[in-house]
């Protein structure tokens, strides 16, 4: 079965920076797209980035882009997002989410694969 694991959240003062990973297991070749999405709490779960199977193409929500930066190791099988300029706005548990390379989709959807979280709060 696919497992995702998430890292690296934390508590960082507004303008900060943070480096969110996440591990995947089996093949590098098994995974397609790879995202980040994020909920605060009381709120629905919402799209932050993705990024293609080859890492050359990807996707930001307005709210993060010019801020965040997604990449992959497809070598390590690895994903990560780095954030700046952070803002209390930005503070929620943040998941990973993949699918396999061969399914159909955007890189905003679908994903069947998902992460426990790491939460990342940005302080005032």
């Known amino acids: 079965q696919v497992q995702l694991v998430e890292s690296g959240g934390g508590l960082v003062q507004a303008g900060g920076s943070l480096r969110l990973s996440c591990a995947a297991s089996g093949r590098a070749s098994s995974y397609g797209p790879m995202g980040w999405f994020r909920q605060a709490p009381g709120k629905e779960r919402e799209f932050v980035v993705a990024i293609s199977r080859g890492g050359g193409s990807a996707y930001y929500a307005d709210s993060v882009k010019g801020r965040f930066t997604i990449s992959r190791d497809n070598v390590k099988n690895t994903l990560y997002l780095q954030m700046n300029s952070l803002k209390p706005e930005d503070s929620a548990v943040y998941y990973c989410?993949?699918?396999?390379?061969?399914?159909?989709?955007?890189?905003?959807?679908?994903?069947?694969?998902w992460g426990q979280g790491t939460r990342v709060t940005v302080s005032s």
């Open positions: 989410a993949t699918r396999d390379a061969g399914a159909g989709g955007t890189l905003e959807a679908p994903y069947h694969y």
